[in-house]
């Protein structure tokens, strides 16, 4: 079983607004207060300015990055933290990238996990940056013999679809 993303991941009053700013957003709510853009084919094509190159691995590594889009995540995160995710995997193996803009500039990563090499105790690349957006295992006023999420990628419903193409097509 197989499992790709490449999004945007912020509050969801931030995402909210980033989409506003781009006609082909396809905003997605998550759970704990947090919400999604795809970054499909169309998100990024209306990112770039001119006859800018589609993809340039920019400061946070992601090789299907514009100029155009790390400039809007520099503005964004002047109004709240937002983060780029990515995540590739087959077979129960694969590949984990993330970042996280807050003030204006990159503020945490690239965080990076290759195939095959295990996550270092405080978590995912994916997980790192959640935690940072303000994901929890638990919530204070929760039972605590509920049941936890087994990290913060499940705590913020990452799970709910397969595939970028997948978010991006759900209303």
């Known amino acids: 079983m197989s499992y790709e993303l490449q999004a945007l991941i912020g509050p969801a009053e931030l995402v909210a607004v980033a989409a506003a700013e781009v006609s082909a957003a396809r905003p997605r709510q998550l759970a704990q207060g947090l919400a999604l ?6 998100f990024l094509a209306a990112l770039r300015f001119g ?3 589609p ?4 400061a946070a590594g992601f090789g299907w990055f514009s100029d155009g889009l790390e400039r809007r995540l520099a503005a964004w ?7 780029c995710v990515e995540a590739d995997y087959f077979g129960g193996t694969g590949t984990q990238r993330a970042a996280l803009w807050a003030d204006g500039r990159l503020a945490l990563g690239p965080l990076t ?5 295990p996550f270092p105790p405080e978590g995912s690349p994916i997980s790192r940056v959640l935690r940072r957006l303000g994901v929890h295992l638990a919530a204070p006023d929760t039972d605590p013999a509920a049941a936890v ?3 913060e990628f499940d705590a913020a419903g990452l799970g709910t679809h397969r595939t970028t193409t997948a978010w991006a ?3």
């Open 55 to 58: 993809a340039t691995p920019g």
């Open 149 to 151: 999420a087994h990290d």
């Open 37 to 42: 853009i795809p970054a499909t084919p169309e």
């Open 113 to 117: 996990s290759a195939e095959l090499e």
């Open 51 to 53: 006859d800018e190159a």
């Open 77 to 83: 995160s002047k109004a709240g933290p937002i983060a």
């Open 169 to 171: 097509s759900t209303p």
